[in-house]
């Protein structure tokens, strides 16, 4: 009898152990992060929180706001300093500046390739954002896949509608562009002079990039940067798309309906949505692909972040469990956090959900949450480096310079030696 109540004592206690994480045995239960925007990425980190509870209920979780530009200071300061001290256990790093921050900083990163995360159930694309010598660094969170968001009255007006505009190329869609201009006087799009941010697009709809994969500038002599910077030209020229000055003159346009739409990164969509009045008036279909290059899709990219976890995490099991059983392993998570953020996910069993098939009346009851979500998993990668910012401010230069006239391949050598430069080639 002795014998079998020891045995019966060993089985209770080996359920218990696997029952309950291991970090709970040690005593830990709480983690800090660093994050921005209470209404989007610290909203969505409280919730996680919240779920999380459900498996330790001792779980604490603390959320300290620190704006992008201030997170990335203090991840630049200990980075030159060699001091981790100050990093909270996880953070949050925007998709474009990931690579950068490993790069200069490989000890400041938790490796998470062996943390238990599925990285196979995110968007390929938004998964390389932060994969560094074949090693993953974050856990995507926010989709940032882009859409094309047209208004359909006035389409109606020039003779179209939403399915003219989808799986086309962008010679297509100037010609459709030109025809609306000439039938309504409302342009396609606008965008914020000075932005590189639709050449951008173009370039990684086509898995294009301004480096190779070395991470040395290509840009001069890159057929595919020349094309994009020429029909973004065009499109200006030929009036189908407004440059305005400030963020608030973009959303304005938009909301005005001073255009018949816009193609960015899927979080416009919040803004679009504040113009209550043009509810039902608004569709969201892929955007136009470049003509006669063989990678050329209708999908790409534009914002998004990831989280890390920091070389100052005092329990990585823990934050890799968190993690795992959040923003990496739940779709009823991903449900919570849509309707109050808008928050749009890159995992994508969530875009196989319920409440991501839910028809979106402002929208034309289209089913665009699981629309985006199936576009993200189509976007190409592309290589955005260490130098992706200096890239950017290079090509900027660039496409004015092409627009005022100037010689293509010599504005795009000078973009090249820029580079170049920063990089001390």
Known sequence: MKKLVAVLLVLVMALSLTSVPAFAEAGSHKLTVWCWDPAFNIYAMQEAAKFYKEVDPAFELEVIETPWNDLQTKLTTAGMAGDYSTLPDIFLCQDNAFQKNVMAFPDMFTDLTASGIDFTQFGAAKTAYSVIDGKNYG???????????????????????????????????????????????????????????????????????????????????????????????????????????????????????TVAGTINGCWIMASIQTAKDQAGKWAVTNMPKLPDVESATNYSNNGGSSWAVSANCKDTALAFDFLAKTYAGSVAFYEDILPSSGALATYLPAGQSDVYAAPQEFFGGDTVFAKITEFAGKIPSNYTGAYYYEARDAITVAITAIMAGGDADAALSEAQSTVEFAQGV
């Open 139 to 257: 856990v995507p969170f926010d989709n940032g896949a882009v859409i094309q968001a047209v208004r359909t009255d006035i389409l109606e007006q020039a003779g179209y509608t939403v399915a003219d505009l989808t799986d086309i190329d962008w010679n297509r869609y100037i010609e459709i562009g030109e025809d609306v201009l000439a039938k309504t006087g409302k342009p396609m799009l606008s965008s914020t002079a000075g932005e590189p941010d639709m050449v951008m697009i173009m370039l990684q709809s086509a898995g294009a990039s301004l480096f190779d994969a070395e991470g040395k500038p290509a840009i001069a002599g890159n057929d595919v940067v020349k094309k994009a910077i020429e029909l973004y030209a065009t499109l200006v020229q030929k009036g189908i798309l407004v440059e305005v000055t400030g963020w608030d003159g973009y959303i304005g346009t938009l909301v005005n309906g």
